[in-house]
């Protein structure tokens, strides 16, 4: 078992200071595009080798889970896209999630279903972000284009089902924001029909190729034991070949009834790592498609909960009716009241484990919110797997890891 | 282990042959869908009357503050909008919007619109204020009937019983 311990960047630049060490400390960040984001790391080397690196988070620090205290529960909906920003619906899913837990409202199956499919479109587009972005931090320029090209019609269903590419705020506390749009599910056919073979493709250029092999097969490797004692989550965790993941250990949304596997590594190096979140996306893939079915036999239905006391009334009844007059100036203005208690809900989001700690004291606005944040968790393994290694494979281990600042640093 | 590489290399070289997926902006504009969230507008009825009738949903619902209405009543022989009140000042704050549509959800007439206009951009702080009349669209161009409620306000006759569908 190692110690726990993250080294602060005082840590290593106070004795570098007294000047009666061999080492060179060097500052990695905050501004530096293999830290994907503004990620500062105090480096210690021994040449080109890692002695220490302490990560030095905070950059990125806006408060959102201290002004969603001052929003009512629908209106901070719109915070939580810009947290994790390459998963914004995962984050939307896990928030609604947990006032709904609070609320106890029943959410209709179709409303499920559409979460489940489009989560899983946005696993798939943070997976080729971090697929691309990886490979280019190896100065694997194509994969990165491929990839993109991919990610970009995952972002043209969003604006398309949404109204906005990455900061869709479509999940709503008690349902959706709107109705699917007629042309919605052809467009989602179009792109599973033919993501299979943009996968192979990715395969093609990366998987046996000698020079991604040279670099990556036994870089960075983390024992499961650590792994777990660490908190890490997500493919970081399955990669060292640990089987956990909240889609199958504590269902939500219906995911029991969906037939996926989760893809396990085995030495938690930055391989594996690729292994995993490749086959993930094939999961992915898989999940999407019984969804899409499962629309697609289902027909129109409702987007939202029944219960009018959560979600404003259709617009066209306040006109004639005062009820839905009144429901819908009372919803907008004060907000709906949530029962008083806590509640926590995990679920599988790209990176690992997101969590939502959600106090509530009887209010119109949540009393406190926190975030897990699997990509904060993910980065205080960092200094353990980093140490002994080459700058260069530092690099590579950031993007395997596939931290979002934004996230990190909420 | 020289044909793995060579496999990447198919890959990308039948790549060399195919149209390029990228759009050359600014000369040619991707087309956006038809929920897109861009520059909002603010709506009038058939008639050239204002939707917005100043009841400041959409300042209460807009997550980030960004939008300020001061009401006014109406001049009855003159009337701005349908109903007792319109918005005499009507500013949202463009650095503030985080376009994620809630006032128009909010807006009970209708009136605020987040239309497909994307490229906002301004030299300082204060243009970043948009006023209602860069909002406003042309006369000629509102549409849509006055809802009977409404109309019913602005003649000044006592309001009909509350009809309350259950």
């Known amino acids: 078992m190692t110690t726990l311990t993250v080294p602060s960047p005082r840590e290593i630049t106070e004795p570098a200071r007294s000047g009666n060490k061999e080492t060179m400390v ?51 909906v719109v915070l939580t896209d810009r947290t994790d920003y390459l998963a914004p619906l995962s984050n939307n899913l896990s928030y609604v999630l ?149 889609r199958k250990l504590i269902p939500y949304s219906g995911y029991e009834t969906y037939d996926f596997d989760v893809p396990i590594g085995k030495n938690g190096d930055n391989y594996d790592r690729y292994l995993v979140r490749i086959a993930e996306m094939r999961q992915s893939l898989r999940i999407a498609q019984q ?65 939502t700690y959600l106090v509530s004291d009887g209010g119109p606005k949540p009393y406190r919110v926190h975030f897990r944040a699997p990509s904060f968790i993910n980065l205080q393994a960092l200094p353990h797997m980093a140490r002994g290694r080459l700058v260069a494979d530092l690099v590579a281990l950031i993007a395997s890891l596939d931290p979002v600042l934004g996230e990190v640093d909420r | 282990m020289l044909g793995e590489l060579f496999k990447g290399l198919r890959t990308t070289l039948r790549y060399m042959f195919e149209q390029p997926v990228t759009v050359q902006y600014p000369e040619v504009k991707r087309p956006v869908r038809e929920r897109f969230r861009g520059k909002h507008e603010l709506k009038r009825f058939a008639n050239g009357l204002e939707r917005c009738i100043g009841c400041s949903l959409c300042s209460a619902a807009c997550p980030s503050d960004a939008i300020l209405v001061v009401p006014a009543e109406n001049d009855p022989e003159n009337p701005t909008s349908p109903g007792e009140r319109y918005a005499a000042t009507y500013e949202i704050n463009m650095l503030r919007c985080i376009f994620c549509g809630y006032c128009e959800d909010a807006c009970p007439t209708n009136a605020i619109v987040l239309e497909h206009q994307y490229e906002l951009s301004f030299y300082d702080r ?41």
């Open chain 1, 26 to 76: 060097l500052n990695m960040g905050p501004h530096h595009p293999s830290t994907h984001g503004v990620l500062r790391l105090v480096l210690e080397l021994d040449g080109e080798v890692v002695v220490n690196v302490a990560p030095d988070v905070g950059y990125l620090h806006t408060g959102i889970e201290k002004t969603m205290e001052s929003k009512t529960y629908q209106k901070a």
């Open chain 1, 98 to 246: 947990a006032v709904e837990k609070l609320l106890d409202c029943e959410i209709p199956v179709r409303v499920q279903t559409i979460r489940v499919l489009l989560t899983e479109l946005t696993r798939i587009g943070s997976h080729l972000v971090w697929l691309g972005t990886h490979a280019l931090d190896l100065a694997a320029m194509s994969v990165f284009l491929y990839a993109f090209r991919e990610r970009e019609e995952i972002l043209d269903i969003f604006e398309l089902v949404s109204g906005a590419r990455m900061m869709t705020s479509y999940f709503r506390v008690g349902g959706l924001a709107y109705d699917l749009t007629d042309d919605f599910l052809p467009t989602v056919k179009h792109f599973l029909d033919h993501m299979s073979d943009h996968i192979d493709e990715y395969e093609d250029l990366l998987t046996r190729n000698p020079l991604w092999l040279e670099r990556s097969v036994d870089v960075a490797p983390i024992s499961a034991e650590d792994a777990i004692a660490y908190g890490l989550s997500g493919a970081n965790l399955r990669a060292c070949g640990v089987n956990l993941d909240m």
């Open chain 1, 291 to 355: 969804a899409h079915q499962r629309l697609v036999d289902m027909g129109p239905g409702p987007y939202v909960t029944a219960d009018r006391k959560i979600v404003p009334p259709p617009k066209h009844e306040i006109t004639h009716s005062m009820e839905s007059l009144i429901h819908h100036f009372k919803l907008w203005t004060e907000g709906f009241k949530v029962p008083r208690g806590d509640a926590y809900v995990g679920i599988e989001s790209p990176r690992g484990i997101l969590g």
């Open chain 2, 126 to 166: 204060h243009t970043s204020i948009y006023t209602k009349d860069m909002l406003l669209v042309p006369p000629d161009q509102g549409h849509g009937e006055i809802p009977p409620i409404l109309e019913q306000l602005g003649n000044k006759r006592p309001s009909p019983p509350a009809q309350i569908d259950l």
